[in-house]
């Protein structure tokens, strides 16, 4: 069991420190304050409202100019997990915490990120980070594997560099494509590559004032650019970090 508490003072003249909060956990069936500030941990029964009145007030309070010497005029619990039986059986089932509904990533959801994945690497990243987020996926589904391969078709069409090269791409695959599969792949086909300066985007790079602006750039595009486009980003960004220099050198 652990929980978060926040202790208050409006008689303070300390704005910036009038509220604090502290957590409650349980350990070997012992409770425990903790203060981050102080970095100290407090022997409590948290959970009983006297016990973490007195705590709070004659043993946490007394770092705090602030709040010592009964200054307190408000604590209050601001979340409480429980995770063992014997903390939860006087709780009414209806006021129990009920477990959040298990949500898989649909097919509405996958289209969006063949929409936006510039290549199989970074697809596949946005999943993870919707499966990081608690999101589900039924990588056996039908669903899914028709978007992986429509991702892997749609990564070698960006790679194709004329139009002539994805029509022979489109040719070599459309038969095992589903009907539904086909049209969105020949849309890819059809397409208009964008230029090589829109896709590594030199223009946002011109635009950015710090060497140390450009390097953050270069990182947020790690995941979204090939190894070959990578390698030619971070040979432009190079440079134009080599022409800063040399305008300082100038300017002294």
Same mark, same amino acid.
């Given at each position: 069991?652990?929980?978060?508490?926040?202790?208050?003072?409006?008689?303070?003249?300390?704005?910036?420190?009038?509220?604090?909060?502290?957590?409650?956990?349980?350990?070997?069936?012992?409770?425990?304050?903790?203060?981050?500030?102080?970095?100290?941990?407090?022997?409590?029964?948290?959970?009983?409202?006297?016990?973490?009145?007195?705590?709070?007030?004659?043993?946490?309070?007394s770092y705090y100019p602030q709040f010592r010497n009964n200054q307190i005029n408000a604590i209050q619990y601001?979340?409480?997990?429980?995770?063992?039986?014997?903390?939860?059986?006087?709780?009414?089932?209806?006021?129990?915490?009920?477990?959040?509904?298990?949500?898989?990533? @649909?097919?509405?959801?996958?289209?969006?990120?063949? @929409?936006?994945?510039?290549?199989?690497?970074?697809?596949?990243?946005?999943?993870?980070?919707?499966?990081?987020?608690?999101?589900?996926? @039924?990588?056996?589904?039908?669903? +899914?594997?028709?978007?992986?391969?429509?991702?892997?078709?749609?990564?070698?069409?960006?790679?194709?560099?004329?139009?002539?090269?994805?029509?022979?791409?489109?040719?070599?695959?459309?038969?095992?494509?589903?009907?539904?599969?086909?049209?969105?792949?020949?849309? +890819?086909?059809?397409?208009?590559?964008?230029?090589i300066t829109t896709v590594l985007g030199f223009n946002a790079v011109n635009k950015l004032k710090t060497m140390?602006?450009?390097?953050?750039?270069?990182?947020?595009?790690?995941?979204?650019?090939?190894?070959? @486009?990578?390698?030619?980003?971070?040979?432009y960004i190079a440079a134009k970090n080599q022409a800063a220099r040399e305008a300082r050198k100038i300017k002294?």
């Open positions: 069991m652990c929980g978060s508490i926040t202790i208050s003072s409006s008689t303070t003249t300390k704005e910036n420190h009038r509220i604090h909060a502290i957590a409650g956990f349980v350990c070997n069936n012992q409770g425990f304050l903790y203060d981050s500030n102080q970095r100290k941990i407090f022997t409590c029964k948290w959970w009983d409202v006297n016990d973490l009145h007195k705590v709070v007030k004659t043993e946490v309070a601001n979340f409480i997990i429980f995770s063992r039986d014997e903390f939860t059986r006087g709780i009414a089932p209806a006021c129990r915490l009920r477990t959040r509904p298990i949500v898989y990533i @649909n097919k509405a959801a996958l289209n969006s990120i063949l @929409n936006k994945a510039t290549n199989v690497t970074n697809g596949l990243a946005m999943i993870k980070n919707l499966t990081n987020a608690g999101y589900k996926l @039924n990588q056996k589904s039908t669903v +899914y594997r028709d978007f992986h391969q429509k991702l892997v078709i749609k990564e070698e069409m960006l790679r194709a560099k004329t139009l002539a090269q994805r029509k022979a791409i489109y040719s070599r695959v459309w038969r095992s494509l589903p009907a539904a599969n086909r049209k969105i792949i020949a849309q +890819y086909r059809n397409a208009k590559p964008a230029s140390k602006a450009r390097k953050e750039y270069l990182q947020s595009k790690k995941k979204n650019l090939s190894a070959e @486009n990578l390698k030619r980003l971070r040979n002294r």
